[in-house]
């Protein structure tokens, strides 16, 4: 059965999970690397001869953690709710698939998720009332659990784009869950994790630059230095890493899927660069510029270094994140779960039968009596079409296919329904499935879409 798809005007579904998603990123992966960076800073601080120094270190630290109690618990866990809310409306197929295959992982996330909201409350509310070194356990104890998070929700982000081999043997079979493992650690299971620990790592300390940044240098010069150094650290590693494990994962991605980058996809006037090598490109310019602002910015200037430089770097941190998702995404395309399910809700193995009994043949959405909530062409462009497209928005079909007539949007409709194996669109668009019928009815919605009917003369009634 198709699910009536919900349709969000200019935006699109996608934005809004991507929207939701990116703002969530940026969050909870801050909330595993600043898992260790509180840790360490506390540790390094209790190993301070002087004094005087170790109860700023500590001060400083105390209310970082406020900061940090209140970014990843409230906003971490409520964009992440957020994230459910939306792929349940948007991809009902694909949420109840990862639910089907994946329900004893995400059990084992929550909890995970449990212990690291409570330690990282009682690490906030034990500063100074428990012996340091539990306390510094407690911390530590938040570290792990927050790590094993990632541990696991790598498993099913990354099953997404590549589910395997093995699993795709036993698709659709009701055996899946024997292959939960492979499933879980599937081709870029590995590659995903470091990279993504790595950008937990920066962003631990891109986050901490912002706490650092606020400190007076005019009063703590010596803090405040020692603070911003030790933070722009955290950036190094994973400007080291990040260019060689984006190469594994890539090499771990189906050679199809990888076709994306070579392919000029962005249609009209494209230029040479595909929409994720322009990412790509987009992800390397933002992080050469947060070495460079963080090295000349913080590490040479330490006490001059101000919020807006620190804004300035989470910013480019916001783009270089969003532009890694995005491109993970496009790389993706055109399925939502690799080789399995299309993007639009289709499984691969049902194009043949949905071709001979029809794409509304088993859908309760579309009356065809008097009460209709849509017409049978708008209900194929949204489940077919509108995971991807809007009508005048993001994507948008009426522009994509202006200037042809309603003759030449029915050739491309039955091209996309051909699917033909040199079809150009095969790289990133799902095949129009249904019976002639439904190429019929989609062709006409799209085409009053694109070449309105003109209005009815008007006739003057006192003739
Ligand atoms: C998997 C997502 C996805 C789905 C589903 C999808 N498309 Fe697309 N479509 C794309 C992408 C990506 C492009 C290229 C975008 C661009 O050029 O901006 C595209 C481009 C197009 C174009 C422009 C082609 C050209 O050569 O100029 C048309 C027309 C189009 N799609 C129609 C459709 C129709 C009709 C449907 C539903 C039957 C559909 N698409 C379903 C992703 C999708």
């Given at each position: 059965?198709?699910?009536?798809?919900?349709?969000?005007?200019?935006?699109?579904?996608?934005?809004?999970?991507?929207?939701?998603?990116?703002?969530?990123?940026?969050?909870?992966?801050?909330?595993?690397?600043?898992?260790?960076?509180?840790?360490?800073?506390?540790?390094?601080?209790?190993?301070?001869?002087?004094?005087?120094?170790?109860?700023?270190?500590?001060?400083?630290l105390v209310s970082y953690s406020k900061f940090f109690l209140i970014l990843t618990g409230v906003f971490g866990t409520i964009s992440g709710v957020g994230i459910w809310f939306a792929i349940g409306l948007t991809h009902p197929e694909a949420t109840s698939t990862l639910i089907h295959n994946f329900v004893f992982g995400w059990a084992i996330e929550w909890v995970f998720f449990i212990v690291e909201l409570t330690t990282a409350?009682?690490?906030?509310?034990?500063?100074?009332?428990?012996?340091?070194?539990?306390?510094?356990?407690?911390g530590w104890v938040y570290a792990g659990a927050s790590f094993c998070t990632l541990v696991i929700i790598n498993g099913i982000l990354s099953f997404m784009l590549t589910?395997?081999?093995?699993?795709?043997?036993?698709?659709?079979t009701g055996h899946e869950a024997f292959k939960f493992w492979n499933a879980f650690f599937n081709p870029t299971?590995?590659?995903?994790?470091?990279?993504r620990t790595c950008v937990c790592t920066s962003l631990a300390g891109v986050w901490a630059l912002i706490s650092a940044s606020r400190i007076d240098g005019d009063r703590q010069p010596a803090l405040k230095t020692a603070l911003v150094k030790?933070?722009?650290?955290?950036?190094?590693?994973?400007?080291?890493?990040?260019?060689?494990?984006?190469?594994?994962?890539?090499?771990?991605?189906?050679?199809?899927?990888?076709?994306?980058?070579?392919?000029?996809?962005?249609?009209?006037?494209?230029?040479?660069?595909?929409?994720?090598?322009?990412?790509?490109?987009?992800i390397i310019v933002t992080s050469a510029t947060i070495v460079g602002v963080a090295y000349y910015l913080?590490?040479?200037?330490?006490?001059?270094?101000?919020?807006?430089?620190?804004?300035?770097?989470?910013?480019?941190?916001?783009?270089?994140?969003?532009?890694?998702?995005?491109?993970?995404?496009?790389?993706?395309?055109?399925?939502?779960?690799?080789?399995?399910?299309?993007?639009?809700?289709?499984?691969?193995?049902?194009?043949?039968?949905i071709n001979s009994e029809g794409y509304l043949a088993h859908t309760n959405w579309v009356w065809n009596g008097s009460t209709t909530s849509?017409?049978?062409?708008?209900?194929?462009?949204?489940?077919?079409?509108?995971?991807?497209?809007?009508?005048?928005?993001?994507?948008?079909?009426?522009?994509?296919?202006?200037?042809?007539?309603?003759?030449?949007?029915g050739n491309f409709i039955t091209m996309l329904h051909d699917y033909k194996p040199d079809s150009p669109y095969r790289r990133f668009m799902p095949p129009m499935v249904g019976v002639k019928q439904d190429v019929d009815d989609l062709t006409n919605f799209?085409?009053?879409?694109?070449?309105?009917?003109?209005?009815?003369?008007?006739?003057?009634?006192?003739k």
């Open positions: 059965m198709n699910y009536p798809f919900w349709d969000i005007p200019i935006l699109g579904s996608g934005w809004v999970i991507g929207i939701i998603a990116i703002f969530h990123v940026m969050i909870s992966q801050f909330a595993v690397g600043g898992g260790f960076y509180l840790p360490l800073a506390e540790r390094k601080a209790m190993r301070i001869a002087d004094l005087e120094t170790r109860i700023d270190w500590l001060a400083q409350a009682v690490y906030y509310y034990t500063w100074n009332r428990i012996d340091p070194k539990l306390h510094l356990t407690v589910p395997g081999d093995a699993w795709l043997a036993v698709a659709g299971y590995w590659p995903s994790l470091f990279l030790w933070s722009v650290k955290w950036l190094v590693p994973s400007f080291v890493a990040t260019p060689f494990l984006m190469i594994w994962y890539l090499f771990m991605v189906p050679a199809s899927q990888r076709a994306l980058l070579t392919l000029g996809i962005d249609t009209i006037g494209a230029g040479t660069f595909s929409t994720v090598t322009r990412i790509a490109l987009i913080a590490y040479r200037n330490p006490v001059e270094f101000n919020l807006s430089h620190a804004l300035a770097v989470l910013l480019l941190a916001l783009i270089a994140t969003a532009s890694g998702e995005y491109a993970r995404e496009m790389l993706r395309k055109p399925y939502v779960i690799g080789r399995w399910m299309f993007s639009n809700g289709v499984r691969v193995p049902y194009v043949a039968r849509y017409s049978r062409g708008e209900a194929i462009y949204r489940g077919e079409c509108g995971s991807c497209h809007t009508l005048n928005g993001y994507r948008p079909l009426a522009q994509l296919l202006a200037g042809r007539d309603s003759a030449n949007i799209l085409n009053a879409q694109v070449n309105p009917p003109a209005p009815a003369k008007v006739l003057t009634a006192n």
